[in-house]
């Protein structure tokens, strides 16, 4: 248990910028393709996306975890040809036909906590640091 005490007390990690953009490319890449995956249809162009991240050993990736889970009721544990993985990636999501608006809370292994949201213009509220989706798609 000693371990475990000095693990929770441990700087968390400040990425270099490069690592960053990465990082973002990945989650907004992920939005896509499970906002394709459960609304069954390619995000369009005129969305907006937000995507943030927490690395899971952080108090505050569990306080938000027991908060969000039980607003994305739809639990995904991921399988691969017979083989649970859902040990290394789960995520739980919800979404909006009739808005088209996309919401999912993911955790890989004890790594990494994200959140995606994908939703029209108009829907876009709670925060300034949604970017268009015509980013994504033209590489700016």
Request: aromatic share 12%; proline share 6%.
């Amino acid at each position: 248990m000693k371990n475990r005490a000095y693990i929770a007390n441990a700087p968390i990690v400040e990425l270099p910028e490069g690592n960053r953009t990465a990082f973002e490319a990945f989650e907004r890449r992920l939005t896509c393709a499970l906002y394709y995956k459960h609304m069954q249809e390619v995000m369009p162009t005129s969305h907006m996306m937000r995507t943030f991240r927490l690395q899971a050993i952080q108090k505050s990736a569990d306080d938000l975890i027991r908060t969000a889970a039980p607003m994305l009721p739809n639990g995904v544990v991921t399988k691969r040809q017979n083989t649970d993985i859902g040990d290394q990636f789960f995520y739980n999501w919800y979404a909006d036909q009739a808005t088209k608006t996309f919401v999912f809370l993911s955790q890989f292994s004890q790594s990494f906590v994200f959140i995606g949201v994908a939703c029209p213009p108009e829907h876009a509220k709670g925060g300034d640091d949604y970017r268009p989706h015509s980013g994504d798609v033209t590489g700016r």
